[in-house]
């Protein structure tokens, strides 16, 4: 019987670490990864699904759903929902207008007009598509005049399937 060198046996020891290495890695990886099979895992919303969310609390890649239409909707509080269950809108954008807190309320039209801009600006580089050719439509949701008087400049800007199908998934980067 021949015995084993030194080397073919650092050969096997070294070969022996390595699988293990490997399947601990593997181990690791399903351990960590296997609880959720969403590609954007890590950017799933920690916000308690289904409870309105103050605007203020609100992320960009959160997902919520319309309020009631009940006339004039005003949003200062959202549906949120987990962005892998159906739902009507994704957050896109966040940003606020420039003008100091004590500036007078410039009027709808002045603020339609920040807000169209400051969205449509942040379209594209999160959807992988101008607007012009997307299947996506926008939902800006400007400071309310009485927010505007507190000094609240913040606009959000989601995005909903222009033929109002509910969207499952995420959209950041779907080029549509």
């Keep these: 019987m021949r015995r084993r060198g030194g080397r073919e046996r650092r050969v096997l020891v070294v070969l022996g670490a390595c699988l293990v290495g ?3 890695c593997v181990v690791a990886l399903v351990a960590l990864g296997g609880a959720d099979d969403d ?9 308690p699904e ?5 605007a203020d609390e609100i992320e960009v890649g959160d997902c919520f759903n319309d309020l009631a239409d009940d006339g004039a909707v005003e949003y ?8 892998r269950r159906p739902h009507d809108n994704e957050v896109f954008h966040l940003f606020a207008v420039d003008e100091p807190p004590s500036a007078e309320y410039p ?13 449509l600006g942040a379209f594209q580089p999160y959807v992988g598509r101008e607007y012009t050719q997307s299947v ?9 005049i009485e927010g505007w ?3 609240d400049r ?15 998934g995420r959209v950041r980067g779907a080029n549509r």
């Design 22 to 24: 490997a399947l601990l």
């Design 39 to 47: 590609d954007d895992a890590s950017t799933t919303t920690t916000l």
């Design 50 to 54: 289904g409870d309105p969310v103050a």
């Design 76 to 83: 200062s509080d959202f549906p949120v929902v987990q962005c």
């Design 107 to 119: 009027g709808n039209e002045q603020v339609a007009s920040l807000t169209r801009e400051g969205c």
């Design 136 to 144: 996506f439509e926008i939902l800006a949701v400007p400071p309310s």
């Design 149 to 151: 008087r507190s000094g």
């Design 154 to 168: 913040e606009v959000l800007c989601a995005l909903y399937d222009s033929d109002r199908q509910p969207l499952t």
